[in-house]
């Protein structure tokens, strides 16, 4: 089954700069159809998670352009430009590609503000 | 506003059977493609399953470690989307969400597994 590892777990950054999340998948995400099935969502302490990116690099309705996301085949990013407070939470990459196993999500990387 | 509420958690032994439900507003209900989605205290996210549209023949899929015992429906005249869980486990023990394939998320209801 296509296992999906991030990295760091964790992630400390001061406010106002960048912090940069790697997610690599151990089989190519591109499927049959062209399109990479590679997501990404943030979950803030106590609440429900959220997406952020679908489709690698397509930003959700609501979303700050200060998320961006990238990569191809096995190795994607997810890029804050300048950490706010409100960023804290779990990051979580997610890929929808391979059926079965089905939607399988990477460990989290969690972001703390130093 | 588009919501999704689930409902139905709560604690049962090992063994035991619990029915969730996931009411959706706002949205086109039957036209979406419904997940639902667990995190066991202090882990991860890790996807259960999923229901098509009825258009799309309707088919349920699950992951391994809850196949032959979870069955996912869905009414679209009553837009809600049920997680019924046979042959619970400690290991099941977790907060189900529902989701629209990603996009819009419930808050949550607790599942206690436990004798």
């Known amino acids: 089954d296509v296992v999906m590892t991030q990295s760091p777990l964790s992630l400390p950054v001061t406010l106002g700069q960048p912090a940069s999340i790697s997610c690599r998948s151990s089989?190519?995400?591109?499927?049959?159809?062209?399109?990479?099935?590679l997501y990404w969502f943030h979950q803030r302490p106590g609440q429900s998670p959220r997406r952020l990116i679908y489709?690698?690099?397509n930003r959700d309705s609501g979303v700050p352009d200060r998320f961006s996301g990238s990569g191809s085949g096995t190795d994607f990013t997810l890029k804050i430009s300048r950490v706010e407070a409100e960023d804290v939470g779990v990051y979580y990459c997610?890929?929808?590609?391979?059926?079965?196993?089905?939607?399988?999500f990477g460990q989290g990387t969690k972001l703390e503000i130093k | 506003e588009v919501q999704l509420v689930e409902s139905g958690g709560g604690l049962v032994k090992p063994g035991g059977s619990l029915r969730l439900s996931c009411a959706a507003s706002?949205?086109?209900?039957?036209?979406?493609?419904m997940s639902w989605v667990r995190q066991a205290p202090g882990k991860g996210l890790e996807w259960v399953g999923r229901?098509?549209?009825?258009?799309?023949?309707?088919?349920?899929e699950y992951a391994a470690p809850v196949k032959g015992r979870f069955t996912i429906s869905r009414d679209d005249s009553k837009n809600t989307v049920f997680l019924q869980m046979n042959s619970l486990k400690t290991e099941d023990t977790a907060l189900y969400y529902c989701?629209?394939?990603?996009?819009?998320w419930g808050q949550g209801t607790m599942v206690t597994v436990s004798s």
């Open positions: 989701t629209t394939e990603g996009e819009v």
């Open positions: 706002g949205f086109d209900f039957k036209n979406v493609w």
């Open positions: 229901t098509r549209r009825e258009v799309d023949g309707g088919a349920t």
């Open positions: 089989q190519s995400l591109v499927y049959s159809d062209g399109n990479t099935y």
């Open positions: 489709k690698v690099s």
């Open positions: 997610m890929q929808g590609t391979y059926w079965p196993p089905g939607y399988t």
